[in-house]
């Protein structure tokens, strides 16, 4: 599904100094104040924070995010109560999301005269508990791209997910149950689209046990749109001016099941095993670990990152594409993902010599050769991309951003950059809660009773049992699922070839590129001096060994993106690596609860519904993240969240669309669709 332009939103201030939206004619709070506001309404009007007293996880629903200052006031809420949830989960969606400057501009306003208001009594908040909050706000403010942003505060603890684009449309594609559901919005009368009954009809399938309702209007719309998709609505006194306002508790008559994809999640887990120590078995045992889970992790080999994850660095960077399918969304979402998990550890912790951090890397935008400038330019004004996500440079341009004299246009993905593989590897993995055993090589899996799987080693022995397994051993996976979970699987398993330059060749070059360029291969300048570029793929190739012509073809990979003429003899200083890539037909990875082995004696999807990926019965509690591909540093983040929520019953950070293109079970609802049609 194509995701729509994001058009920003137009922010003034009125006499009194509070914030409004002229294309709407209201303003986004009340004069009382926002924080006030937030806090009568919506905190109170959904009986919080008692209600989340004791929980595990909490999760909010807000229909307009606004200005952010009904989530500030929940997180300074959740700051300030002995008895917060362990985890808070909150999750909002606006159509015109304001930009990072106007977003430090309003809070700024609001600190300097007051504007967020408090009240006297109960929690009593005021602008000063969110100062800090509002800062980490901005700092961690997203492209305004038309797809679910997710942000994370107090070392995960506190988690936003951010949905820019028309309320009704995301509320049909989010997956998350929640607890509380902030109504938010300009008026009725001048934003009818927030109040519809769409909007309403998609609120139900978005609910858990006990969850309730509360917003500021007390129109009839409003009251019986509620009522008609099984709320229990009541009046309450209102803030400020407004004498009453509504809040409302989901109780309906029927409730539909689960599908089998929602039954597979396991929040009661408290343990899990990843087994593969590269790229995507450390995100994986990072992500379990930030959702509170004790995580072993089973490496066959002596260290880490042996495979491909060993490579000396690699690209970190979107896609851009005409018709913006899921190929394209989702390495946009992980690279946006990637580059906020890698960021903090490219800055962090002592200084060396060849870096900044712990992690050896640099976010400094990637350069991406493509044909036609005035095509490009068109495409970019169809996608309606931020600067800040991509841009479009002519041929000046794009030689003033490289460093270099080489002729031809490219997109510039300010945000992307390369990192150091290995080096992230042994940081995702760092985590208290994460236990590395290398060394063990996995020789079968054992189901229990009781939800439970054992893990086996060489003559049997048992490594290691919990109530969660990932497989994240690449195309090595396979062996260990079982048979027939994986028969519909379309997975490949390619060699590549990376070579590089040694410093001293590297220095004796006229030009030496600025940032990293891609285009049919890329090329990496490190900063040690080398210069990595490549890389070769080949199917059905178990050759370990480097070869000459490999070097040859990456070297003239070097030569056409760089445009530099190398002198005779460069290609004898050339050093190179070998490893292999898993992928799937489709170039997407595989991601999630595997589908059932065998389903003969019990749980079957119904015909109309076998074609769906969601409906495709599970194995309980065998769960896979692999087929990375070419792309493993820009896909591991993201897919190990949306593993880790998916295991954890939290929010999942992509679209429901998004997540039928990389459900491990999207092969099996494939054949299902191919054999109705026959």
Known sequence: MKTSPVIPATIEFDAEGVPCAPAFGDRYHARAGALAQAEHVFLRGNGLPRRWAGCTRFTVLETGFGLGLNFLA????????????????????????????????VHAAMRANGAAGVIEGGMARGTPQIVAPAAQLQAAWPPLTGDLHRLAFEQGRVELLLAFGDAATWLRRLQLKADAIYLDGFAPER??????????????????????????SVARAVRDGLSAQGFEVERAPGFADKREMTVARFAPRHRPPPNARQRSARPAARAAIVIGAGLAGAATAHALATQGLDVTVLEAAADVATGASGNPAGLVRGLVSRDDGAHARWHR?????????????????????????????????????????DTMQRQLAAGGWPS???????????????????????????????????????????????????????????????QRWQVLGAGGAVLAEAEIVVLANAADATRLAPAGAVAEWRLARSRGQVSWLPAGAAASWPQRPQVPLAGNGYVVPLPDGRVLCGATQSTDDDDGALREADHAHNLAVLQRLTGVTLRPGTLDTMAGRVAWRCHTDDRLPLVGALPAADIAGGEAAAPARAGQPRHVPREDGLFALTALGSRGITSAALGARVLAAWVCGAPLPIDTDLLDAVDAARHRARAARRAAAR
């Open 74 to 105: 929940t997180w300074a809420a959740w700051r300030e109560d002995a008895a917060r949830p362990e985890r808070l989960h909150y999750v909002a969606v606006e159509r015109h999301p304001p930009r990072r400057e106007d977003l430090q501009r």
């Open 388 to 450: 800040d996500y991509v841009q479009a440079l002519d041929t000046h341009a794009a030689s003033a951003q490289s460093g270099l004299e080489r002729a031809g246009p490219a997109w510039l993905f300010p945000g992307g950059g390369w990192v150091d593989p290995a080096g992230l590897v042994r940081c995702l993995a760092s985590s208290p809660a994460i236990t590395l055993r290398t060394g063990c090589a996995v020789t079968g899996l054992r189901r229990l009773h009781a």
């Open 191 to 216: 934003n009818a689209g927030m109040w519809s009954p769409a909007l309403f009809g998609a609120l139900p399938g978005l609910c858990a046990e006990g969850a309730t309702a509360a917003t500021w």
């Open 333 to 373: 979402a992980a690279a946006l993902e990637a580059q906020r998990l890698i960021a903090p550890w490219l800055v962090a912790g002592p200084a060396r010599s060849d870096m900044r951090g712990p992690v050896c890397g640099r976010l400094g935008g990637v350069l991406h050769f493509a044909g036609d400038f």
